[in-house]
């Protein structure tokens, strides 16, 4: 195991009906709050009238942002900032997906520099000093964005989505009641429970160190209950329980829990999904399911087969050894992945192989940013998205 430090300030109530506690909570942070919100989910279900209802309630006055949308963009965030600054907002609050979480912390951040241009920080030319408090109310369990300190935003002038973090990004308070997602479809219940096990399979597939056996353990664990979870969400999606495992499955799998200890990793999956999504707009966590079997088969081959035999048989049990047990573990994931309707290649999600090249291109930009233009070379992630044609 390696040396770690684990600190995570992000104050968690969890449970049925604490979206009541929202008034409360953010009164006792700030008196003026923007209220970042999607394309009308929250609205449809009744969310957005409770929570603005119970900052009325608490004096908390309210600044409206709506109409995030999916892969959040740039041009909104720049209206968020403008309307912080006009508005002397001092806490955002964030009710909706990872996009609208990830787009609060974005203008959090934004609100706070003397030119508003968060971008830069993206493209690892400036770093957040401070940010306004940020308080989150997930309404889909997947990002994680509502326990940590990161954020992804695409800039659709350049087509780049970036991926950056600090830790004056991690919400101040976060207010997870599964009951606010049972409206959740099934497809973006299942692109969720991707999402999440992907935040765990990084740090177990991609630290360097190979003896691991407490974040393994617990890395495992999670990846269970989070298959089992949203199998049985997609099933019965008024299941109190199942979307209550799937939420806190969620969020613990992203703050920084789970890769304490394995070392300095990155997220290859995340880098070129992340370009993927940019390109083509699909939904995150579909991407991921059409990248990971392929990238998956890249890693047995070209890094190793053990920890693939290892996450086969303790995730799946799928028994076997040697290329047989590699063999087993594929399958079995990629049962999975059919089994809650994701796709499990990049052909399924509609992608041709002539675009290929542009995705491998793309990508290239954030591994210059994080440093990885060696390990995450424009070849390696080339062969990984061929393995996952
Ligand atoms: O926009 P609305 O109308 O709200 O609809 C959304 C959207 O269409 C809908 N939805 C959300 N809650 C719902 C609901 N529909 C019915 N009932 C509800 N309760 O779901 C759709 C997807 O929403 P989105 O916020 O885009 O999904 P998700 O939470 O998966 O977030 C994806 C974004 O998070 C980023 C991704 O890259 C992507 O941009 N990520 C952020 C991370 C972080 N900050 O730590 C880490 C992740 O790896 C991820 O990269
Ligand atoms: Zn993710």
């Not at 499990?344 to 542009?358: F, H, K």
Request: glycine share 12%; charged share 20%; proline share 5%.
């Amino acid at each position: 195991m390696r040396s770690f430090e684990f600190h995570n300030p992000t104050r968690i109530l969890f449970g049925r009906g604490v979206t009541e506690k929202c008034g409360d909570v953010v009164s006792g942070i700030g008196r003026k709050a923007l209220l970042v919100t999607g394309g009308g989910s929250v609205k449809r279900s009744g969310y957005y009238d409770r929570v603005k209802r119970t900052l009325e309630a608490a004096d908390v006055a309210v600044i409206d942002l709506q109409g995030v949308k999916s892969n959040p963009v740039l041009s909104k965030v720049v209206e968020g900032i403008s309307l912080a600054k006009e508005g002397e907002v001092d806490v955002v609050v964030a009710l909706g997906g990872g996009s609208v979480m990830d787009t609060g912390k974005a203008v959090a951040a934004g609100a706070l520099m003397d030119d508003g241009y968060v971008w830069q920080v993206f493209e690892g030319k400036r770093t957040i000093q401070k940010a306004l408090p940020v308080v989150t109310i997930p309404s889909l369990a997947a990002s994680g964005s509502e326990m940590n300190g990161y954020m992804v935003i695409t800039n659709e002038s350049s087509g780049y989505k970036l991926a950056t973090g600090s830790p004056h990004l991690y919400p101040r308070v976060s207010l997870l009641d599964p009951e606010i997602t049972f409206t959740v479809p099934s497809d973006y219940t299942a692109y969720g429970g991707v999402d999440a096990v992907c935040h765990l399979m990084e740090p177990y597939f991609n630290g360097p160190d190979p003896v691991t056996p407490v974040s393994d353990r617990i890395a495992e664990g999670l990846m269970i209950s989070i298959m089992e979870a949203t199998e049985q969400a997609i099933s019965a999606p008024l299941d109190f329980e199942a979307r209550a495992a799937l939420m806190w499955g969620a969020t613990l799998a992203l703050n920084g829990l789970t890769k304490a200890g394995v070392g300095e990793h990155h997220f290859p999956v995340h880098m070129i999904e992340h370009s993927v999504s940019a390109l083509f707009d699909v939904p995150h966590g579909a991407g991921l399911a059409a990248l990971l079997p392929g990238w998956l088969r890249w890693y047995a081959s070209e890094v190793g087969p053990a920890k693939v035999i290892q996450f086969g048989n303790r995730v799946f049990q799928a028994g076997g050894e040697g290329e047989e047990g590699v063999g087993r573990a594929m399958n079995a994931l990629e049962a999975w992945l059919r089994k809650i309707g994701a796709p499990a290649s990049l052909s399924e999600l509609g992608i041709g192989r002539e675009d290929l090249d542009r995705i491998a291109d793309n990508s290239q930009f954030q591994a210059g940013v994080w440093g990885l233009k060696e390990e995450l070379s424009r070849g390696r992630v080339m062969s990984v998205l061929e393995a996952a044609f």
